[in-house]
């Protein structure tokens, strides 16, 4: 390869890793007042943007020194122990933000993290995973699979939180996200085997943004006090409805009486214990929707749908959680079809609707 396009390629990549830095600065500087997000939330999200930037300025930095002169061998390793040991906690961080993990497991991963860094610094003094020769030039040790194995089981207990945070927030963009997750592996392994062209950090970054604006959309569409699918996701999701589809209606009975004698903390612990039973007894089937203070709506589109054996279901969990707290009140249920060629869709939540407030005149 000629000087001068190695300078090119220099410069390239010196291009990337600025703006991968100054990306991640942005987003740094956005959590500023992030009102819309939990302080944890942000904190990890100030985490994923803060080492992303942190280990893209380390390898950089690096590769300017490698053949430089041996008084900068020092340097040299301390930016290569910093790169190799935090770069795994970018999956780590980008599992948490997308979905709450147990504190045990936090607890166990930071463990393997600190073993896997700790591993890092002895390499400093001993080169079993990285050395920096006498001319200054960056090697792998031995040992440097198990960076290898860190990085990615980060990736895949990130993978794991994606399908987490679908199911758990009934996220219709888990493909976009597995998609995006796609374009930071191809990228890493377009530097696999193309060393040369120094792409990870901007394919990394520019992963981080679509992460962000796919856990944006969860946070914007999901009911902060049920984990439901809000009213807004739920006027998308009417919009896009093309299948035929079971719609049913739920009203809380006497929900007023419940708020004016217990208080509205124990009224939004009763709405939280019925959207649970809604959840377990129809969220395998369809989308499960808070619409109302104390109106909740669910959309059953899979063909083998028995709606009326999961409404069976669903007064057993509300008895069974009635036992454990008898102020629970009973909820009133209506039930339509749809069918995009001949119904009107309006027409068939209206009849839900009726067939609810039936039920509801028979509880009284």
Request: hydrophobic share 45%; net charge neutral.
């Amino acid at each position: 390869m000629s000087t001068a396009s190695t300078i090119s390629m220099n410069e390239l990549y010196t291009a990337n890793i600025a703006l991968s830095v100054f990306a991640m600065a942005i987003m740094l500087f956005s959590l500023r007042g992030d009102i819309s997000q939990s302080k944890i939330r942000n904190l990890l999200c100030g985490g994923l943007y803060a080492t992303i930037a942190i280990c893209a300025l380390c390898e950089w930095s690096g590769v300017q020194m490698d053949g430089t002169p041996p008084a900068l061998i020092p340097l040299h390793i301390a930016v290569k122990t910093i790169e190799l040991s935090l770069a795994p906690l970018i999956g780590l961080f980008a599992g948490c933000v997308i979905h709450p993990c147990p504190r045990k497991v936090v607890h166990r991963l930071l463990c393997l993290a600190g073993f896997h860094a700790l591993l890092v610094l002895l390499s400093a003094f001993t080169g079993l995973m990285f050395y920096v020769d006498g001319q200054n030039f960056y090697h792998h040790g031995s040992l440097y699979p198990l960076y290898t194995f860190a990085y990615m089981g980060s990736m895949v207990f990130f993978l794991v939180q994606i399908w987490f945070a679908c199911r758990a927030y009934q996220y219709t963009g888990g493909t976009q996200l597995m998609l995006a997750t796609l374009f930071v592996l191809l990228g890493l392994m377009v530097q696999f085997f193309l060393p040369m062209v120094r792409i990870d950090w901007i394919t990394i970054s520019c992963g981080a943004l679509m992460m962000s604006k796919f856990s944006s959309d969860m946070v914007l569409q999901t009911d902060g006090l049920t984990q439901l699918v809000n009213r807004l996701g739920y006027e998308h999701y009417l919009a896009r409805l093309r299948v035929p589809a079971a719609i049913l209606m739920f009203d809380v009975d006497r929900f007023k009486d419940v708020n004016d004698c217990h208080g509205h903390l124990m009224g939004d612990a009763c709405l939280r214990a019925i959207a649970g039973c809604i959840r377990r007894a129809y969220g395998n089937y369809g989308t499960c929707f808070r619409i109302g203070g104390d109106e909740f709506c669910v959309i059953l589109t899979r063909r083998n749908a028995q709606y009326n054996t999961m409404t069976e279901i669903f007064q057993h969990l509300m008895d069974a959680a009635r036992a454990e707290n008898p102020v629970l009140p009973t909820v009133s249920v209506g039930c339509s079809h749809f069918n995009p060629s001949t119904d009107d869709l309006a027409e068939s939540l209206a009849r839900a609707d009726a067939r609810m407030y039936q039920n509801k005149e028979a509880h009284r």
